[in-house]
């Protein structure tokens, strides 16, 4: 007789996304200090910073592997693993700007592989009803870890021997391992694991006729709740007359507080609103706090409270986000990888393309208000128009959510 092997708690899970936090930290926070007291130009390091940015959302294209052959602990374990290299390869290249790019690049990829195949396998294992929470705690898990490497990180590699201090840093990388080990992860799906290549590729293409899948693309890819303030803002330091050391406070510990404090919200208002409109409200409750900070002062204070609000509202975009890519995976789907990767990458695409509007309207329309403006109005224009055709197609909406709550099989 088979014994089957309990699942850890829903907090416990949430850790799966270790990985993507503590590379954010390396990629986002470590390597531009580092480089920066390397006094490499700020232009060069926004470019090696972008290029390593592209897997976030680039890497849906290889997600359909995750699905195909080995089991997707496998393919966990092994791309978390080979991420953990890279990433260390790529803080012992800090002096060599084109190996330490190609590093980056390499590392986010494995990660958000990684990300991508325990986001489909959790999906699949876990009930409907713990969904919304394990959505939360898996963003809880990719910022907590992003915060606690961005403090200690400095400190390892100024305070020990540089290769050792590089060593334990990357080795954070693979501190999910032992929770892969002990969850419970079903075989490959025998039918896709033998199919050809032309077969597969059917099967991953009819994946996007899926109504649940393209109504949750649509809602994704507009602008209606990225946030990218949050990265956009700890550049705007001296526009609010704020040091060094206390942009660093806000822009670490705050943050670090309000993104998870947003998460957990959550958990209780989803069971009094549907995902996708409560996606929506969040996106418009956040625009109109973006849109009051135009009127308060270019002060410390004023700093502080943006950060700290953007980043409760983006922990609690993105906490909505994992809920309705889980949901949308439903039960026994033997491309859940594949979706969530999808997905996942929709999720992403928002950030770098309103992190682009957001600075050019600083530079177009008088500083700091004008990347207030542009991304208050764009993102509350959106959610507006995607509220209404939310409304007008809600039985549509709910027909294909319904679907993909059942037992999912390939066509």
């Not at 708690?9 to 480089?35: E, K, R, T, Y």
Request: glycine share 12%; net charge neutral.
């Amino acid at each position: 007789m088979t014994t089957v092997r309990a699942l850890p708690p829903v907090w416990l899970m949430g850790l799966g996304f270790l990985p993507v936090g503590v590379f954010s930290a390396i990629l986002l926070m470590i390597v531009p200090q580092l480089l920066a007291a390397n006094h490499v130009p700020e232009q060069e390091i926004a470019s090696i910073t972008t290029i390593g940015l592209f897997p976030f959302f680039g890497a849906f294209i290889l997600s359909p592997l995750l699905d195909w052959r080995f089991s997707r602990r496998t393919y966990a374990i092994a791309t978390t693993i080979i991420g953990a290299l890279c990433a260390f390869g790529a803080l012992v290249s800090i002096n060599n700007l084109a190996l330490l790019t190609a590093l980056l690049f390499t590392a986010n990829v494995a990660v958000t592989l990684g990300s991508n195949a325990v986001g489909g396998w959790l999906g699949n294992l876990i009930e409907t009803d713990n969904k919304g929470r394990l959505g939360a705690w898996l963003n809880v898990g990719n910022i907590g870890s992003l915060g606690v490497a961005a403090a200690v990180a400095m400190s390892l590699l100024r305070d020990l021997p540089y290769l050792l201090g590089a060593g334990v840093l990357s080795g954070f990388v693979l501190l999910a391992l032992p929770l892969y080990w002990v969850i419970p992860c079903p075989p490959a799906d025998k039918r896709l694991a033998s199919e050809t290549i032309r077969d597969f590729s059917r099967d991953v293409l009819n994946l996007l006729k899926k109504p649940s899948v393209l109504w949750t693309l649509l809602i994704f890819l507009p602008p209606a709740a990225s946030f990218a303030l949050t990265n956009t803002l700890g550049g705007m330091g001296n526009d609010f007359h704020t040091s060094e050391a206390l942009v660093g406070l806000w822009g670490g510990a705050g943050a670090f507080v309000a993104g998870i404090a947003g998460s957990l919200l959550i958990p209780r208002f989803e069971e009094l609103i549907a995902p996708k409109p409560l996606y929506l409200v969040i996106g418009t409750l956040g625009a109109l706090f973006t849109l009051g900070l135009v009127a308060l002062p270019h002060s410390p204070a004023t700093f502080g409270t943006a950060m700290l609000g953007e980043n409760l509202f983006q922990g609690a975009a993105f906490s909505v986000q994992n809920f309705i890519m889980l949901r949308t995976i439903g039960h026994n789907n033997p491309l859940a990888a594949t979706q969530f990767g999808l997905l996942a990458s929709a999720q992403s695409l928002p950030l770098v393309y309103m992190q682009a509007i957001d600075g050019n309207a600083y530079g177009l329309f008088g500083g700091v208000n004008g990347s207030y403006l542009a991304d208050a109005l764009i993102s509350g224009a959106f959610c507006m128009i995607l509220g209404l055709l939310i409304w007008f197609f809600r039985a549509a909406i709910a027909r294909g959510d319904n679907e993909a709550e059942g037992v999912a099989t390939l066509g």
